[in-house]
T-cell receptor
Framework: KQEVTQIPAALSVPEGENLVLNCSFT??????LQWFRQDPGKGLTSLLL?????REQTSGRLNASLDKSSGRSTLYIAASQPGDSATYLC??????????????????FGQGTILTVHP | EPEVTQTPSHQVTQMGQEVILRCVPI?????FYWYRQILGQKVEFLVS????????KSEIFDDQFSVERPDGSNFTLKIRSTKLEDSAMYFC?????????????FGPGTRLTVT
């Protein structure tokens, strides 16, 4: 069974710092990995998706890397701003055929990292 | 930009009552999902739906739950007889699939409170 863990559980940094959020998963036979942002009481906003064949993806100040063989991904946020304060979730999708048969795309989520960026 | 919408945003119901949560996925998407998040816990997969049938479901998705795509736009989750432990935020998601992208797009959620 796929387990996804995120470290740290919470992070508080001053504005302007570069920071790294970590995600690890137990089953390396993934199809892709998605990073989301969740604001309090709100839905999930997709930030980046990395296919299993890719090593990294970039969007603005965000960069996500993937090391499938070691079961790890990192989300790098450059020059953090107070508006980046939110919970960041990592989610993995298993490969098209897992031990139990075909996966139709269900995501397995980590518990999230709560990020606070203070001015 | 197209988005997934969900109604209602908040539903309060009494234990034992039936509830229907509604979602409108992005119009050209083919794969649909329901997830839930109990307060303070991880987002959990409930069910996936493709080609007008359930393609995968979790252990949570027992006989009390059902999903339907009654027309070309809506996707619903029904809970027949709600329990206190069904209180959670329920998220609908959709994905284009078939060469059109693997990203799942989530709606804003419906907060279900069972009293």
């Amino acid at each position: 069974k796929q387990e996804v863990t995120q470290i740290p559980a919470a992070l508080s940094v001053p504005e302007g710092e570069n920071l790294v959020l970590n995600c690890s998963f137990t089953d390396s036979a993934i199809y892709n990995l998605q990073w989301f942002r969740q604001d309090p009481g709100k839905g999930l906003t997709s930030l980046l998706l990395i296919q299993s064949s890719q090593r990294e993806q970039t969007s603005g100040r965000l960069n996500a890397s993937l090391d499938k063989s070691s079961g790890r991904s990192t989300l790098y946020i450059a020059a953090s701003q107070p508006g980046d304060s939110a919970t960041y979730l990592c989610a993995v999708r298993l490969g098209l055929r897992d031990a139990g048969g075909t996966s139709y795309g269900k995501l397995t989520f980590g518990q999230g990292t709560i990020l606070t960026v203070h001015p | 930009e197209p988005e997934v919408t969900q109604t209602p945003s908040h539903q309060v119901t009494q234990m034992g009552q039936e509830v229907i949560l509604r979602c409108v996925p992005i119009s050209n998407h083919l794969y649909f999902y329901w997830y839930r998040q109990i307060l303070g816990q991880k987002v959990e997969f409930l069910v996936s739906f493709y080609n007008n049938e359930i393609s995968e479901k979790s252990e949570i998705f027992d006989d009390q739950f059902s999903v339907e795509r009654p027309d070309g736009s809506n996707f619903t989750l029904k809970i027949r007889s709600t329990k206190l432990e069904d209180s959670a935020m329920y998220f609908c998601a959709s994905r284009r699939g078939t060469g059109g992208g693997n990203e799942q797009y989530f709606g804003p959620g419906t907060r279900l409170t069972v009293t």
